[in-house]
């Protein structure tokens, strides 16, 4: 551990007059630092300053303002500032999360309809979607703010939308939230040991290390990949879990076989950072081994996993979850041929929607079976 942290040194403290990255400065953050020092989150590879490379690609001026505040492509130019703050975090990849903290509650037997378990499980979503899936989403883009002036030069921190002082402190507010509510779940659940504390680090860890040089795990498509999918399936499970009940190594074993699922979503969105990954020597799959096989690669670890689950359910007794969860894969590899597969950029955002409500009934399934 104390290897990772000395590779930290890109959280610094900076002078104002030590060239920081320079980006318009549109209102005041949300606390003002003492003069003449301030937090500074710098990529090491470079300190030039980003520009937008392809304003041909900019949206078009009537962009959806319902896009905007998802985070997601086809966004409206927004000038607000709190907007523009909610749409770094990202809300529409906060639903895995909030979602896999139920399937941990399931999976425990021990949750309750009552108003202080809806509470717990509400505290608990709070934290695994607002708070530590917005300091991902929001460090994630600092961090790309490369690429995304390849891509997607209209995004926040590219454009010059918010300033650099306001994504920092945006960075700190985010993940220092999220460990104090964690640390508040082990004390409601009487924990002797803060269990959902020691996640909550470890899954920001992981967050920082997946984004930051010199590790930058996403440099490499399945280390990368599979980083992402255990964060947005197991940590948030075992969260909802470890605050309900106790965790167990089956539980464990099976969630991390899950998450290969969710290395294969994670792949579908590769596509459309293609150029900037290639650009920068990323090793996504798309450009690791060409589009083509890479759309059938993340088919295979969606399916594939699935298939295995029920499999693995079906050998433990549970024929009726392991029919249910392979129900359930069928629409998803209909949409698979009528989506992803034709065109991975162009229909990546239908596709997921459509599919992907399947996939987390699926985990709520493989929950339920494993509580009984």
Avoid at 62 to 84: P, V
Avoid at 87 to 112: D, E, I, M, R, Y
Wanted: aromatic share 10%; glycine share 8%.
């Amino acid at each position: 551990m104390a290897s990772l942290l000395n590779t930290l040194p890109s959280l610094k403290l900076s002078s104002i007059t030590n060239n920081p990255l320079p980006t318009p400065q549109l209102a005041s953050p949300i606390f003002v630092l003492p003069s003449r020092r301030r937090l500074v989150v710098r990529a090491t590879e470079t300190d030039s300053e980003v520009k937008a490379s392809a304003p041909d690609r900019a949206p078009a001026s009537g962009g959806s303002s319902f896009n905007q505040i998802l985070g997601i492509k086809g966004a409206k130019q927004e000038t607000d500032k709190w907007k523009i703050r909610i749409q770094l975090t990202k809300p529409v990849t906060w639903p895995p999360l909030v979602w896999g903290v139920v399937c941990g509650a399931a999976a425990s037997g021990n949750f309750h309809w009552t108003t202080e378990d809806v509470t717990k499980s509400v505290v608990c979503m709070l934290m695994s979607g607002p708070f530590l899936t917005g300091y991902t989403q929001t460090i994630n883009d600092w961090y790309d703010r490369e690429i995304d002036a390849i891509n997607e030069p209209y995004r926040p921190i590219p454009a010059g939308a918010i300033s650099e002082n306001e994504v920092i402190t945006q960075i700190w507010v985010l993940l220092l939230g999220g460990l104090v509510l964690s640390g508040l779940l082990d004390v409601w659940a009487g924990h002797n040991s803060p269990i959902i504390f020691y996640l909550a680090l470890g899954g920001s860890l992981i967050s920082y290390i997946y984004s930051a040089p010199p590790l930058k795990l996403k440099q490499n498509g399945w280390i990368g990949n599979y980083a992402l999918g255990a964060s947005y399936i197991s940590l948030p499970w075992w969260a909802g879990q470890a605050l309900f009940g106790t965790l167990n190594p089956d539980i464990i074993v099976l969630t991390l076989l899950y998450s290969l699922a969710g290395l294969g979503i994670a792949i579908v969105n590769d596509f459309k950072s293609v150029e900037g990954d290639t650009a920068l020597g990323l090793q996504s799959i798309p450009v690791a081994f060409g589009s083509e096989t890479a759309k059938w690669i993340s088919v295979g670890a969606i399916d594939v996993t699935q298939i295995s689950v029920a499999g693995y359910l079906l050998g433990a007794g549970k024929p009726y979850y392991a029919l249910a969860l392979l129900g359930l894969i069928v629409p998803q590899v209909f949409f698979q041929f009528k989506y992803f597969l034709r065109d991975p950029v162009k229909y990546d955002v239908k596709y997921q929607a459509c599919a992907q409500p399947f996939l987390i009934l699926g985990l709520l399934v493989t929950a339920l079976a494993t509580s009984h």
